[in-house]
């Protein structure tokens, strides 16, 4: 029999952290925790994630069907339970908006890999998942294509969702995505992103599967491939509207596949323009 009340006060406890960080105004977000093969711990509509009490939670099934609890579960659960349906080793699901993360899912931003070690070993590379109206069935399935890959998915004009082993567990991806965001927006404030080298990411790819970390990148498919170029997701770009250039990566044009040979173009043209300019002046001075 689980010990549904010290899940219950799990859930309590990381509202409250997610409620202090500002991840989740007034009642955004909401918390799932599985208990058994077909009960889930869901929080409460409409409240506060910072003020919520166990008693508060509810326990529903794999269909989002309310089993106990006086307080009507929160709309989003057809996210978590998705996630979980998909992911038999997930036992949680946090979902909120956390302010720098969704600042990228508003600009639909690629996340840039090779910036920060701790980053590359603990997300991997971040995707982003296409927008629909929250609460139906369709939001919760624009997660799919990248739930087997991931444990942190931003929600295109929408926010997060991470997934753990535990409650704690499933938060921390929020945290650390939302960290580095936030360095990412300020260094940019500075004016530049450094990034170190194609070379040293594989390093860290390969360190995280020393440590037992998965990644999909550890599959011999993406073997020696361009870290800065998002091979695990760039294939979904096109559909979910994601964009790639506001943090000057490396090579982005890589990234962004068929731009390359756009900026290629617009290189050439613009070298062009550049020695017509400088032919007109030398002709200027010539004349003077
Ligand atoms: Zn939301």
């Known amino acids: ?57 509810a326990l529903i099934d794999m269909e989002g069907r309310q089993l106990a609890g006086e307080k009507p579960r929160s709309s ?53 998942a296409k927008y629909e109206t929250p609460s139906t069935l369709e939001f919760a399935e624009t997660i799919l294509p990248f739930v087997h ?10 926010g997060t969702v991470s997934f753990g082993e535990s409650v704690e567990r499933a938060y921390w991806w929020t945290e650390i995505l939302d960290a580095y965001c936030r360095i990412l927006i ?21 360190l995280k599967q020393r440590w037992g970390f998965p990644d999909p990148r550890h599959d011999p498919a993406y073997a020696g491939s361009d870290l800065f170029a998002d091979d695990v997701f760039r294939e979904t770009w096109s559909e979910c509207g994601v964009q790639s250039g506001a943090f000057g990566i490396p090579g982005w044009s890589r990234a962004a596949g068929k731009q390359k040979e756009r900026s290629e173009f617009d ?12 032919e007109k002046l030398r002709g200027a001075l010539v004349r003077e």
Request: net charge negative; charged share 25%.
């Open 76 to 128: 989003e659960a057809f996210l978590h339970l998705e996630i979980m349906k998909a992911r038999p080793d997930v036992k949680s699901v946090v979902h909120c908006h956390p302010p720098h993360a969704t600042a990228f899912a508003v600009a639909h931003e690629a996340i840039p890999n090779c910036v920060l070690p701790e980053v590359e070993v603990f997300l991997g590379n971040v995707p982003i």
């Open 186 to 206: 300020l260094a940019k404030q500075i004016g530049r992103v450094e990034y170190f080298s194609n070379e040293k990411g594989w390093e860290l790819v390969e």
């Open 267 to 278: 290189e050439a043209l613009i070298e062009r323009i550049a020695d017509r300019v400088a």
């Open 1 to 57: 029999m689980p010990d549904l009340d010290r899940f219950k006060q799990d859930i309590c406890d990381i509202g409250d952290r997610l409620y202090k960080r500002g991840f989740a105004a007034a009642n955004d977000g909401n918390i799932t925790y599985r208990v058994s093969e077909d009960e889930v711990l869901c929080t409460p509509a409409m409240h506060c994630k910072g003020f919520i009490k166990p008693a508060d939670i």
């Open 149 to 158: 890959k991931a444990n942190v998915i931003i929600l295109a004009n929408h």
